[in-house]
């Protein structure tokens, strides 16, 4: 009874696979393009709601909320069932994204994209936590391309579709845009993805969930306002940087004692998990500087389109859709996959040092040579790092697994862009003042970020000046990069090959089932 049970699963898994990876991949694109569609409004939105002076808090809510909630959902999945939690996660998404399109002034806007990011963080834990339930970790290389694919068609339709769409709709089906597609997601999930209830027998670790909480706030405002609101030594950095280390030293304290702790720290002595942790870290510090400077260079300095700035990016995630795929069918065929992080930590070094050589005559084929050999590193780490993680926790954690993981790759993207950033700022301003004086130093005081129209009102000198300028700060930027990516080369010659478990009942589920993932029967 228990082989002919076995067989049905295993017979009906593929077609229901298919149809839930679909709405998985839509909720996966709901969370990542997101942002970037705002972000294409908000001059609109601004010029209607008014509120300058809190344009940030509109990304800066929705990252907070998306960064606290990510390991509880985690957590929630894990002790209740995967199921009802992205179900939910779903629903709060589309409730904070309606609230946001109907917002009638900027402190509704940024409330309700709180709520949406709240929801928003058991997003993608969910897919990826699903994911490891319905899918034997040799058997998700397979699926690696489909990931890979939704993250660059994200990053390079986002900015395109949000433009079209604030054009010809209005600002307020950026937000809108979101509900069709949610339902379709919520109606698929909700009919055919099936897995086991779960009825948990202690409490969630609301204390850890809080001190979590709390210490994540502290550091995403300390590398969100940190060199741009306040001076990294002001006494707010300070307050927050102190807030944030007290609120995760009491985190990890009370993780000792708790019944059901949020993010339990056994999962920590696995050698993997904690290396795949740190190389995650990494690549979302390398990966979101990328995405952040490379448009800036591309407009500023080779006098590229900003309206197709998605565009600029295409070599650098086209690279890392292709290899993707190819280190997933490798790993599906072979079980096999120590190669990839260390393949694509040298890639990641290689590619950031290539990008730092850039200056101001150095053209578009080269770049894009440059950007290929990055987005091939990053390539063959973006879904090892979860698939490993996965094989290094026990089933029960799946959840948490996905959660920690995701999280330090969210934490990682926030120092990224604020270490790389203020790199680039300072030397932006430090050139300006040695090529244009006063002048140059008059221009870039507000912002070292200067858009096309500002750009092309200054005088050519300035603009010469300017453009020699980001040049150097990418420079310093992609140098830093290839520096921290070295972090990660380490990490990966550590990693220990544990063999991926495969599909299929003969090698004895029901006691697979029972055994920690990553451990033989």
């Known amino acids: 009874m228990a082989d002919a049970g076995n067989k049905d699963r295993t017979e009906n898994k593929p077609q229901n696979v298919r149809v839930v990876l679909l709405?998985?991949?839509?909720?996966?694109?709901?969370?990542?393009?997101?942002?970037?569609?705002?972000?294409?409004?908000?001059?609109?939105?601004?010029?209607?709601l008014g509120g300058l002076e809190h344009l940030s808090w509109v990304v800066t809510s929705y990252t907070l909320a998306t960064a606290a909630s990510t390991p509880i959902w985690g957590k929630l999945g894990d002790m209740y069932g995967r199921k009802g939690a992205f179900l939910t996660s779903i629903a709060i998404f589309l409730a904070g994204s309606a609230l946001s399109g109907m917002a009638q002034d900027m402190g509704q806007l940024i409330g309700f994209r709180a709520v949406q990011g709240l929801g928003a963080g058991g997003l993608m834990v969910g897919v990826m936590a699903i994911i490891g339930d319905l899918v034997p970790p040799r058997e998700r290389g397979k699926y690696q391309g489909l990931i890979a694919g939704v993250m660059a068609l994200a990053m390079i339709g986002g900015p395109l579709v949000g433009g079209t769409i604030t054009d010809h709709w209005g600002w307020r089906w950026a937000f809108y845009i979101n509900l069709p597609l949610g339902a379709v997601a919520l109606a698929a999930v909700g009919t055919v993805l099936h897995l086991p209830r779960k009825a948990a027998k202690t409490r969630i670790d609301y204390l850890g969930a809080g001190l979590?909480?709390?210490?994540?706030?502290?550091?995403?405002?300390?590398?969100?306002?940190?060199?741009?609101?306040?001076?990294?030594?002001?006494?707010?950095?300070?307050?927050?940087?102190?807030i944030g280390v007290a609120a995760l030293v009491g985190f990890l304290f009370w993780e000792?004692?708790?019944?059901?702790?949020?993010?339990?720290?056994?999962?920590?002595?696995?050698?993997?998990?904690t290396l795949m942790s740190v190389i995650g870290f990494i690549t979302g510090f390398v990966m979101f500087g990328a995405v952040l400077f490379?448009?800036?260079?591309?407009?500023?300095?080779?006098?590229?389109?900003?309206?197709?700035?998605?565009?600029?990016?295409?070599?650098m995630l086209g690279a890392m859709l292709v290899v993707s795929m190819i280190a997933g069918r490798i790993t599906t065929n072979t079980g096999r996959y120590k190669f990839f992080p260390i393949a694509g930590s040298a890639l990641m070094i290689t590619g950031l040092y290539l990008l730092s050589l850039m200056d101001t005559g150095t053209s578009r084929l080269t770049s894009g040579l440059y950007m290929a050999v990055l987005g091939a590193g990053m390539g063959f780490l973006m879904q090892i790092t979860m698939l490993v993680a996965q094989n290094s926790v026990e089933l029960k954690d799946m959840g948490v697994a996905s959660s920690s993981t995701t999280l330090f790759r969210t934490l990682g993207s926030s120092f990224g862009v604020a270490i790389m950033g203020a790199l680039f700022n300072h030397r932006v301003q430090d050139v300006m003042t040695e090529r244009a004086g006063q002048l140059g130093s008059q221009i870039t005081e507000r912002s070292a970020q200067l858009d096309a129209a500002s750009l092309a009102k200054l005088p050519e000198a300035a603009r010469d000046a300017y453009q020699h300028a980001v040049s150097s700060g990418t420079h310093g930027a992609f140098l830093l990069g290839a520096i921290v990516a070295v972090v990660a080369l380490a990490a990966s010659v550590f990693v220990k090959e544990v063999p991926l478990k495969g599909a299929g009942p003969q090698k004895g589920e029901a006691a697979e089932a029972a055994a920690p993932v990553g451990e033989t029967v």
Request: charged letters at 10%; proline letters at 5%.
């Open 23 to 48: 709405a998985l991949m839509i909720a996966m694109m709901l969370a990542m393009l997101d942002n970037m569609i705002v972000g294409t409004a908000m001059p609109t939105i601004v010029g209607e």
């Open 212 to 242: 979590l909480t709390v210490g994540i706030t502290a550091i995403v405002l300390v590398t969100t306002w940190g060199g741009t609101e306040y001076a990294w030594t002001s006494a707010r950095i300070m307050e927050l940087i102190g």
């Open 256 to 273: 000792t004692k708790a019944a059901e702790p949020v993010m339990p720290l056994h999962i920590f002595r696995s050698r993997n998990f």
């Open 294 to 315: 490379l448009p800036l260079y591309q407009q500023s300095v080779q006098g590229a389109s900003a309206t197709n700035s998605g565009l600029l990016l295409l070599p």
